[in-house]
């Protein structure tokens, strides 16, 4: 029997903190007035993020492992947590006028965010597969409800509808690769797994089985099918909530698994190959896809296909724990949640009640009307393309140099040529912003929602840090990987 | 006995399975479900897992069936509702994906079963294995931590499908 | 040849004793239903009345079986085979009498004493709903579909409350195995108070015993088939034999949900003065007369009920099951875990 001491509730503390904050959300949420905004969810959740966000520091170290095995607090898992509990706090930052706005400030809503969040931190720190499998449906399920938030919008119930039917299919192929790899083993906690010879035939199909369901979560080519509508559909917080914070949570429990349970040469060889497909597939649809967009987040939808295929490089080009590829896909997906992130933080704070702003020509002459949001929309553009000094040049820089020297030149060759290719469609908002007349009223009458500014403005600074002084990230992320086991 | 019953239990479940999907009234596929699930019942049982074969009747057996149920009750359509058949293409398409499903399926198991790959004859196993006591200590010592962690799973389901479908926000 | 003649013979004498039961039931509820409503009730057929359940069985065959044309038919015929045969399949783990020695070999009083009673208990008892509900909807008819919709829902959900008053009796009895579940309640407490569940869980055996009325439709929780609203219910569009089968299912039900309570609850077979130990014959049989004792006891208080009190209104039946009973039960489950840890 487990001594259920302060390991075990130390290790959980990150969980525990959203977790509790939601269910503080929806018992304080009946003794609300109905017509007033509902700041107090505002200020739980905050609250309840911000302990996270502490708890995750107070683990910062060396890698305890508790629950027999089940949950593991290392660097590595909390490296991402903190991506994940910051998107959070900035989702629900902007939340708090958004919400609003399209008429869902409700206990719900806060709570299905910080329940989303409570499993994308186990997924972060799951260290066996019933942990992974848990945290990811955990996730999936608050994330599809809250696609469908806007129950009025028939999109918003298209995309629910579209994510959860798919992603259920997904989770059925996650869920018997762990089926096969423990009918292989024996074993369902990750470095257990390890010890087991790679190359038979039922572990190799497990492994298959769980390439794809990762890939559906992480949204790779050719398992992309629901992002684009996904992202359309769901009300913009909950998008951006969507791409930074499922993603980063994805491709923590994917890294870990690959580097752990599959780590050795053999399994590598067997899963490499086949990364290095979703990886050309995903940049290469992603990038020609997002070139023909209209609207707004339907390119970003892409966009972030196209993201994920970078990350992917890195994964490929990992040169297992002693290379750069694994911390150079840390550092990346660390870059990446805060700039895929930004747009949707921008397109919440422009959305008029009931009424989504997302046509790239709606842009037009913003620049004169909100020059603060189109100064930091431009800012957050520049850095998915991967232009300096944002992070995103450093993110892409350190992945494709690590894939290039550990001889995957192709991959490198592939990654930089789509870069080039997307830096059209990322620049063409710009223009608009800048060199054109304004067609569309904005609605500059409101009172300014200082919570979404403020929102923006830290993850345009964080963006601008990254990018700059990237040194204190990389390092981490490198002692991340080194710290596995 | 056991490969007798193995084989009639499959033969149930296969041939349930497959009206689950090819009956056009959605009131016999949901009969055929449950056949099924009884079929796989009687298969958990020979794995020596009565406990799981329990729940499979109670909880899909019982209670989800009925609500699946519940629903094509209240909805009972009618012929004409149920719309044309879709065409032969789309059932072709259908009939090649679950045909390429069941080789996904398949081909590694034979696969470990020629190489003699896997977790062992049934011979092998604990004494008391399936029971709910050892179940029970299973699932509150070594995975204490994944059972407690599905009922937030369950919480999360709950609020959300409490939100989707109550009627002011 | 004998290892396979002693099941059998057990499941003949067990059926047989179970569909026998059905008529002088169905007699006594009437003569019953009579002396509560200050009537005479059957007295005209033999003495006393007692061959009215020939006669009502004579006449029930000799109707015309009726397959209206617009209903399901497979479903249709189904429904009512499916209807009494879960309550009948529980029978199939119930310990009715001690075990005895006969001719050197040792017979346990149950047609299959299985180490997982409890569990093929509840995995039969959940799909009992499926006659009713296919029979609402196979005759086509919005009545019968009400009162199987009406069912489906008051079955799953009184299903849960009875399962967690279970609960806490398996907390307490550390078994899934009947006999053992009811062996263990024929000690004495003090000498004098048996050691019936009934004393050690009175919650549990309060919120089963309410169940219960709603798990076999009976009054005050008949509205599946509550004349006024609906008829005849889900059996609306039945006649004949079909009706019949029906009918039988619902008394099956409820001697089974009666033998559960007194397996259970109420000590099953023991009783003061009947040695649990004893293997002898006529000691077995002293047992068997117990449970049988109990068991039609209890059928007495079902009928009681029936004819006293009123019906519940829809609403009213959904509240009790859903914000009384259930957390009721896991409370009670929940002062079981402490009670037993202190």
Known sequence: ?485 | MDDLIFTAASIVCFLSALAVVTRKNPIYSAVSLILFFGGLAVIFLLLRAPFVAGMQLIVYGGAILVLFLFVIMLLNLREEELGKEKGGRFKAFAAVAAGALALLVIVPVMAAETARDGFGPLASLPDGFGSVDHLGLALFTQFALPFEVTSVLLLAAIVGSVMLSKKHV | MYAFLIPLLKIVVVMAGLFGAVPVLVYFERRIAAFIQDRLGPNRVGPMGLFQPLADAIKMIFKEDIVPDHVDRVLYVLAPVLAFVPPALAFAVIPFGHPIRLLGDRIDLAIAPAGMGVLFLLAVGSTSVYGIAFGGWASNNKFSLLGGLRSSAQMISYEIPLVLALVAVLMTAGTLDLGRIVAQQAEFHLGILPAWNLFHQPIAFLIFFIAAFAETNRLPFDLPECEPELIGGYHTEYSSMKFAMFMMGEYVAMISMSALLVTFFLGGWSFPGIDPTSTALLSGIASVVAFAAKVAAVLFVFMWVRWTLPRFRYDQLMNLGWKVLIPLALLNIMATGVVGVA
Not at chain 1, 5 to 19: I, Y
Not at chain 1, 260 to 283: I, R
Not at chain 1, 331 to 344: A, D, E, N, Q, R
């Open chain 1, 1 to 485: 029997m487990p001594d259920i001491g302060s390991a075990e509730l130390r290790v959980l503390l990150p969980v525990l903190a959203p977790l509790l904050g939601a269910l503080a959300v929806l018992l304080t949420d009946p003794y609300l007035d109905k017509g007033r905004p509902k700041l107090p969810l505002v200020y739980i959740a905050l609250g309840s993020l911000m302990a996270a966000w502490a708890a995750l520091g107070f683990l910062w170290g060396d890698r305890v492992v508790a629950w027999s095995g089940a949950l593991a607090a290392d660097r590595f898992g909390l490296y991402l947590g903190f991506a994940i509990a910051t998107a959070a706090g900035l989702t629900v930052l902007s939340s708090a006028g958004y919400a609003r706005k399209m008429g869902v400030d409700c206990g719900e809503y806060y709570s299905l965010l910080l329940l989303a969040t409570a499993g994308m931190l186990l997924l972060a720190m799951a260290n066996d597969l019933l942990m992974v499998f848990l945290g990811i449906e955990t996730m999936s399920i608050a994330v599809y409800c809250l696609a469908g938030i806007t129950r009025e919008r028939p999109r918003s119930v298209e995309a629910a509808m579209k994510y959860f039917l798919l992603g259920a299919f997904a989770t059925g192929f996650l869920l018997y690769g762990i089926a096969l790899i423990y009918g292989a083993t024996g074993e369902v906690r990750l470095e257990r797994i390890a010890h087991h010879a790679a190359n038979r035939p039922l572990l190799l199909a497990g492994l298959g089985f769980l390439l794809v369901g990762f890939g559906f979560k992480v949204g790779a080519v050719p398992f992309h099918m629901w992002a684009p509508d996904a992202y359309e559909g769901a009300p913009a917080a909950v998008t951006g909530f969507m791409a930074a914070g499922v993603k980063a949570a994805g491709f923590a429990a994917f890294l870990r698994v690959l580097l752990t349970a599959f780590g050795g040469e053999a399994a590598a060889a067997a899963w490499a190959p086949a990364l290095w497909m979703l990886a050309a597939l995903s940049m290469i649809v992603g990038t020609l896809s997002a070139l023909a967009q209209t609207n707004l987040k339907r390119m970003l939808a892409w966009s972030s296909v196209a993201h994920t295929g970078y990350a992917l490089v890195g994964v490929v080009g990992g040169g297992g724990v002693a290379g750069n590829g694994s911390a150079a896909v840390l550092f990346y997906v660390l870059t990446y949640s805060v700039m895929t992130l930004g747009p949707f933080l921008v397109i919440a704070l422009l959305s008029r009640a009931g009424e989504e702003f997302e046509q790239i020509d709606d842009l037009a002459g913003l620049a004169r009307r909100r020059p603060v949001a189109a100064a930091a929309l431009s800012l957050f553009l520049l850095s998915l393309a991967g232009i300096p000094p944002t992070a995103g040049f450093m993110g892409k820089l350190f992945v494709f140099r690590a894939a290039i020297d550990s001889g995957w030149l192709g991959l490198g060759v592939i990654g930089i040529l789509a870069t080039l290719v997307s830096v059209y469609y990322y620049l063409r908002p710009i223009v608009l912003m800048y060199m054109r007349e304004p067609r569309a009223e904005f609605n500059a009458s409101e009172p300014t929602d200082w919570a979404s500014h403020f929102a923006i403005g830290v993850a345009a600074l964080a963006l601008l840090l990254l990018g700059v002084l990237p040194s204190d990230a990389i390092a981490a992320s490198l002692e991340s990987v080194r710290g596995l086991w």
